[in-house]
């Protein structure tokens, strides 16, 4: 099952880090020298991943912006003879072609964000990556997806999920487990945050999903969930009726850079795996450990 097409929902409004979001994009966040966007995209890139697809909404042309090349910039360092930047630059600049943006025109949850992709991933199946979700891991949580698919059937869909405690499982959507094998099992349901003491199990669906092209079909007229909103759990429930789907619990660190504190949590744990700044940071945390 080959992946060449990433969705990335970027149009959210990022409240919970509010006011750092009220002019920039929250993709656009830095964790220690690089936005949130570009993490994931080069994550997507890892795994194999061609083409970059990215559901934006009113102010976010900066993200676009970040993937575009600036010439006035690249001509000061030249002429500066920074190459080392230019390097930098050039690392995350993408192929002509290779990225397409389309607009979401109302908040109306990550289902309908996915739906809006529709025509630009057309009939193949397609990875979705949530960019305030960081996975701090070699190599990256969706080319594990991608490589457990490789001995899937052609018509599998696969969600990343993760352990969380028992008494918080009804702030997540939950699936349920069947039949395992190692990391991956067959997903035997799964609910939308599910009231307390009712979840299945206590895995989580996570930032990371591998999904068919009949799931555009589904989202065409899925009625609005919690929130709301148009769920893409709700959609995955409908999918699973005809199509297996299975759950990778994968390895690595998960960061919710979405709330203030994940946020933070992320700057220090992708920090620390710097050369060029770990001795730093640790000499600096020491400190404010003692005070």
């Given at each position: 099952?080959?992946?060449r097409?990433?969705?990335?929902?970027?149009?959210?409004?990022?409240?919970?880090?509010?006011?750092?979001?009220?002019?920039?994009?929250?993709?656009?966040?830095?964790?220690?020298?690089?936005?949130?966007i570009?993490?994931?995209?080069?994550?997507?890139?890892?795994?194999?991943?061609?083409?970059?697809?990215?559901?934006?909404?009113?102010?976010k042309?900066?993200?676009?912006?970040?993937?575009?090349?600036?010439?006035?910039?690249?001509t000061?360092?030249a002429?500066?003879?920074k190459?080392?930047?230019q390097e930098?630059l050039a690392q995350s600049?993408p192929?002509?072609?290779?990225?397409?943006?389309?607009?979401?025109?109302?908040?109306?949850?990550l289902?309908?964000?996915?739906?809006?992709?529709?025509d630009i991933?057309?009939?193949e199946?397609?990875?979705?990556?949530?960019?305030?979700?960081l996975?701090?891991?070699?190599?990256?949580c969706?080319?594990?997806?991608?490589?457990?698919?490789?001995a899937?059937?052609?018509?599998?869909?696969?969600?990343?999920?993760?352990?969380?405690?028992?008494?918080?499982?009804?702030?997540y959507?939950?699936?349920?487990?069947?039949?395992?094998?190692?990391?991956?099992?067959?997903?035997?349901?799964?609910?939308?945050?599910?009231?307390?003491?009712?979840?299945?199990?206590n895995?989580?669906?996570?930032?990371?999903?591998?999904?068919?092209p009949?799931?555009?079909k589904?989202?065409?007229?899925?009625?609005?969930?919690?929130?709301?909103?148009?769920q893409?759990?709700?959609?995955?429930?409908?999918?699973?009726k005809?199509?297996?789907?299975?759950?990778?619990?994968?390895?690595g660190?998960?960061h919710?850079?979405?709330?203030k504190?994940?946020?933070?949590?992320?700057n220090?744990?992708?920090?620390?795996?710097?050369?060029?700044?770990?001795?730093?940071?640790?000499t600096?945390?020491?400190?404010?450990?003692?005070?």
């Amino acid at each position: 099952m080959k992946i060449r097409k990433a969705v990335f929902p970027v149009a959210g409004l990022g409240t919970r880090v509010l006011p750092a979001t009220k002019a920039m994009p929250k993709e656009m966040l830095t964790i220690v020298d690089k936005p949130l966007i570009q993490y994931v995209v080069d994550e997507a890139r890892e795994a194999g991943v061609e083409h970059f697809v990215f559901v934006t909404g009113r102010n976010k042309g900066a993200i676009e912006d970040h993937f575009d090349r600036v010439f006035e910039l690249d001509t000061t360092l030249a002429a500066r003879g920074k190459k080392a930047e230019q390097e930098i630059l050039a690392q995350s600049q993408p192929e002509a072609g290779a990225m397409s943006f389309t607009r979401q025109q109302a908040p109306l949850g990550l289902g309908h964000a996915v739906w809006c992709a529709r025509d630009i991933v057309g009939d193949e199946p397609f990875a979705v990556v949530l960019p305030d979700e960081l996975v701090l891991n070699t190599p990256g949580c969706l080319k594990q997806m991608i490589e457990a698919a490789s001995a899937l059937g052609d018509k599998s869909n696969l969600i990343a999920v993760e352990a969380v405690p028992d008494h918080l499982t009804h702030q997540y959507g939950i699936c349920g487990v069947g039949k395992r094998t190692g990391r991956i099992f067959e997903v035997d349901g799964m609910v939308e945050k599910p009231p307390k003491g009712t979840a299945p199990s206590n895995l989580s669906i996570t930032g990371r999903y591998i999904l068919q092209p009949e799931i555009f079909k589904i989202l065409e007229t899925q009625e609005r969930g919690a929130g709301g909103e148009i769920q893409l759990t709700d959609a995955m429930i409908g999918l699973a009726k005809t199509q297996k789907f299975y759950g990778v619990e994968f390895e690595g660190e998960r960061h919710d850079c979405g709330s203030k504190a994940g946020f933070l949590r992320a700057n220090i744990a992708f920090g620390l795996k710097r050369d060029d700044l770990r001795d730093g940071l640790r000499t600096v945390m020491r400190q404010y450990l003692k005070e």
